[in-house]
């Protein structure tokens, strides 16, 4: 069944495993791709070669219908999400890094600097007209 869902500005049929594919692959912060052969090993206990991969994947790509062993997976990683206790770590990934503070600092000194260069720039003229 296909779901009328905007894409690039247009309005196209996606299908409902696209998008809860596309919306667990976010969630986690990892490619399709990988969400696939993530899913693979929790159905079936073992993990699969990119090149075994390959034809599901491809196979999903062209029909836009994943296997049931990714629905599943799709649909355990949102609920999680909903619920508030999605952990990448349990599903054999890197938790997430945490953005630095440093480039928000510089921001904020970029401002403040460029605040303080146009004060001077307005002081200047107007003490030049008068």
Same mark, same amino acid.
């Given at each position: 069944?296909?779901?009328?869902?905007?894409?690039?500005?247009?309005?196209?049929?996606?299908?409902?495993?696209?998008?809860?594919?596309?919306?667990?692959?976010?969630?986690?912060?990892?490619?399709e791709f990988l969400l696939f052969k993530l899913a693979y090993a929790r159905w079936f206990g073992r993990e699969v070669s990119d090149a075994a991969m390959e034809p599901?994947?491809?196979?999903? #790509? +062209?029909?836009?219908? @994943?296997p049931v062993w990714v629905r599943h997976f799709a649909r355990e990683v949102l609920t999680l999400q909903d619920q508030g206790r999605l952990d990448r770590t349990g599903f054999g990934l890197p938790?997430?890094?945490?953005?630095?503070?440093?480039?928000?600092?510089?921001?904020?000194?970029?401002? #403040? +600097?460029?605040?303080? @260069?146009?004060?001077?720039?307005?002081?200047v003229i107007a003490l030049a007209v008068l």
């Open positions: 069944m296909a779901i009328l869902a905007p894409i690039g500005g247009f309005n196209a049929h996606v299908s409902r495993d696209v998008r809860a594919v596309t919306a667990a692959a976010s969630a986690l912060q990892v490619p599901t994947f491809m196979k999903y #790509l +062209f029909t836009e219908e @994943a938790p997430r890094v945490r953005p630095s503070l440093a480039p928000d600092m510089v921001d904020r000194w970029g401002r #403040l +600097f460029l605040g303080l @260069a146009w004060a001077l720039i307005v002081v």
